[in-house]
């Protein structure tokens, strides 16, 4: 059976930046994209991962559904940001169902929040093993960040089927396109439009999620400032619809802020004992559209970097698009079609 019944799912991104919706249908061989709706917010009605006019926001999700067609209320969304925490603890080895009901108890060692004041979710990562430790990936989110997100959905006259996490949903997608990024240890580095999020991969398992304060925003910002453009016309520089001589700078202070992050991000690697280091990097989000990020990371961190392509292996039906350019957009993806790949 399919998410709801039936067998399509819809994944709702509200982002920074835009909010992104991907459907997926599921009624063939694999899941194939069936809709692809994207809609800008104004400046501002989002800061640093906080709703700062619900009614605004509300209003524009109402209006990229009625803009698409998209008739069905329910959906699968995401929190993220500093309000979750993400960990990888040890407990002692038990059943599931064990574990559910001491789970509170262990979070309250590793959680920098009120237990009470938290959604906690866990799991097993090595349930196979033989050994009286088992490895958990804890999750927790303030109720807060929960509460809002839902009670935002339902002015736009939604309900979450499910609420994810953002770093897990690009994840989800990632692993679906490119299995054999699932071996090794890699980055997926997904730089949005203020944040960007580090996942670091050990294997396909996350180990450690980061979250660092740089976006695409701060590039048009920068060019606006010290270059005197207009947003429309950073906006232009930015996806490439303009070439503009002096980019390369600020692109290379923009990977150098982006590099600093994923190496804090990954420096526990230096102190492991197998003294494997990171791999690969693979980059998603806005951000990656920039002209030269990708290099200018590459050759900073030298280290294979990759820009990710959210439908490498999930076919999109040529009518999926509503006033979208899938070629420009498609980096921006990956997390609603994580959420929408959610079963």
Request: without cysteine; aromatic residues 4%.
């Amino acid at each position: 059976m399919g998410l709801f019944g039936k067998k399509t799912s819809v994944g709702l991104d509200i982002g920074s930046g835009f909010v992104k919706v991907v459907e997926v249908d599921r009624s063939g061989g694999q899941p194939e994209v069936s809709l692809v709706a994207m809609r800008p917010l104004l400046p501002d009605a989002i800061v640093e991962g906080e709703v700062m006019d619900p009614g605004l926001v509300a209003d524009t999700i109402k209006g990229l559904f009625q803009e698409a067609g998209i008739k069905r209320r329910d959906v699968v969304t995401a929190v993220g940001g500093h309000d979750v925490i993400i960990k990888k603890i040890e407990m002692d080895r038990m059943k599931e169902s064990d574990a559910r009901n001491v789970i509170r108890w262990e979070a309250e060692q590793h959680v920098p929040f009120d237990i009470n004041s938290v959604e906690l979710d866990f799991q097993i990562l090595n349930p196979s093993d033989e050994g009286l430790q088992m490895q958990v990936l804890l999750v927790a989110a303030k109720k807060e960040l929960v509460d809002n997100k839902v009670a935002l959905l339902a002015d736009a006259g939604l309900a979450p089927t499910i609420i994810d996490v953002d770093a897990f949903a690009l994840h989800n997608a990632f692993e679906y396109n490119y299995p054999e990024a699932m071996e090794g240890i890699v980055a997926l580095v997904n730089v949005g439009h203020e944040t960007t999020n580090v996942n670091i991969l050990e294997n396909g398992v996350p180990i450690l999620t980061r979250n660092i304060p740089f976006g695409s925003r701060r590039v048009r910002e920068e060019l606006q400032r010290v270059r005197g453009l207009t947003a429309e016309q950073a906006e232009d520089v930015v996806q490439g619809r303009e070439s503009f001589p002096d980019l390369g700078r600020f692109v290379e202070q923009s990977a150098d802020e982006v590099a600093v992050g994923i190496e804090r991000a990954s420096a526990f690697l230096l102190t492991r004992h197998s003294g494997e280091g990171l791999g690969r990097i693979y980059l998603s989000g806005g951000g990656a559209r920039i002209p030269g990020m990708r290099a200018a990371l590459a050759s900073r961190m030298n280290v294979e970097t990759y820009l990710v392509n959210p439908f490498e292996r999930v076919p999109v039906r040529p009518e999926a698009a509503v006033n979208v350019n899938l070629e420009e957009a498609a980096p921006m993806l990956l997390l609603p079609l994580g959420l929408a790949l959610r079963a």
